[in-house]
């Protein structure tokens, strides 16, 4: 059982940063990969950014190169660095891991880009 916990997510101008927590709970170890998704509204949830247990991270071509994603293995978590956040960045941030076959996902945090 993996209980995930996403936090960092808020309100912030055009050009702003924010860096998203994703903190899995519950009896996993060893967890592979970590992804964070987003849905915006009246949208389909997307595929944001992922990276393994050893580092290798992708990420969506609409986030390359202002987002980052990392993780810290001793603590069960994902983070999302997130820099340059533009208007159509605004969504609803969502932490993602399959264990045991089995997919869990986040709460989800809100990222609102607004002046």
């Known amino acids: 059982q993996v209980h995930l916990v996403e936090s960092g997510g808020g309100l912030v101008r055009p050009g702003g940063s924010l860096r998203l927590s994703c903190a899995a709970a519950g009896s996993a170890s060893n967890i592979d990969t970590m992804r964070w998704y987003r849905q915006a509204p009246g949208k389909q949830r997307e595929y944001v950014a992922s990276i393994s247990r050893t580092g290798l991270s992708n990420y969506a071509g609409t986030v390359k190169g202002r987002f980052t994603i990392s993780r810290d293995n001793a603590k069960n978590t994902v983070y999302l660095d997130m820099n340059s956040l533009k208007p159509e960045d605004m969504a609803v941030y969502y932490c993602?891991?399959?264990?045991?076959?089995?997919?869990?996902w986040g709460q989800g945090t809100q990222v609102t880009v607004s002046s």
């Open positions: 993602q891991v399959a264990y045991m076959g089995v997919e869990y």
